[in-house]
Every structure is written in C-alpha cells, then in structure tokens.
C-alpha cells in the first residue's frame, strides 16, 4: 500500500518552493528584464512610426499648399498675360485705324488736289480751244485777255 510521509511531502515541498525562488531568480526575472526591453522596444519604434507618419502628414500638407499656390500663381499669370495680348491688340488695332484714317484723309487731300489740278487743266484746254475757235470764226487772232474775261465769265455762269 501506499504510504503517505509527511517528512518526504515537506521535502517535496519545500524543493518545489526552493525551485521555484531559483527559477524566479535566475529565469523569471532576467526574461521579464528581457521581455521589458523588448517591449520598450517595440514601444519606442512605434512612437518613431508615429512621428514619422506625422511628419509626413505634414510634407504633404505642406506640398499640397505649394501646388495650391503654383497653381493660383500660375492663373494669375496666365490672365496677366491675357490681359496684356488684349491691351495690345487694342493698341495695335487702334493704331492701324488711326493709320487707316490717315491714309484716307491724305487720300481726300489728294484727290481734292487732283479735282483741282484737273479744273485749271481743263480751263487752260477749254481757254485755249475757244480761242482757237474764235480765231477761226473771226478770222483775226484774239488776245489772250479777251479770251480769258470771256472764259471767266463762262465759268461764273456754268458754276
């Protein structure tokens, strides 16, 4: 049968306790002490992660300001740059009027000066034919002022 010794079960015992307050001594606490430090780890490459995600949250931030601002930047340029083509085409085009209207009104001088060169041809042409008319009509020379009343009167008349 089975004895039961209480001098074997302390003994059990009490190397049990004994093994356990070694093991703890030497085991448990130097892997806590390692467990720890790899937390601490973990812990502090999670905080790293952390920062890092912020920081590029913000370059981000930052670059999608900057393209907000080329961009607007870039607007703005593009309508200056409109504006200046129309202000020049204004210009331009309100010079080649004003040059047209120059060309024109020297056209008319021109042509006012013709209308008159070609009277005072005429005239002299239509002067001397009556003269010469009349010569031969009257058979004698007639002088030249005669001929020249007789032709202002003409042209008074007819306008």
């Known amino acids: 049968m089975l004895e ?9 015992v ?11 001594l030497l085991l448990y606490k130097p892997v806590m002490k390692f467990v720890k430090k790899r ?3 973990f812990a502090d490459k999670v905080d790293e992660l952390d920062l890092r ?8 931030q930052e670059y999608e300001h900057m393209m907000d601002e080329a961009s607007n930047e870039a607007a703005s340029i593009i309508t200056n740059s409109n504006e200046m083509a129309r202000d020049h085409a204004r210009e331009v085009l ?21 209308k008159t ?19 031969k009509v009257l058979e004698r020379e007639v002088s030249l002022d005669d001929n020249r009343k007789i032709i202002d009167e003409f042209f008074e008349r007819v306008g």
Not at 4 to 12: L, R, T
Not at 53 to 60: F, G, N, R
């Open 4 to 12: 039961i010794n209480i001098w074997e079960i302390g003994i059990h």
């Open 14 to 24: 009490l190397n049990v306790i004994i093994l356990f307050v070694v093991l703890r």
């Open 39 to 41: 937390e601490n780890k």
């Open 53 to 60: 995600e912020k920081d590029l949250v913000q370059k981000k």
């Open 94 to 114: 309100d010079n080649s009027k004003e040059h047209a209207r120059d060309l024109v009104i020297r056209a008319k001088k021109e042509i006012e000066a013709e």
């Open 117 to 135: 060169q070609t009277r005072l041809d005429m005239k002299t042409e239509i002067a001397d034919m009556a003269i010469q008319i009349a010569e």
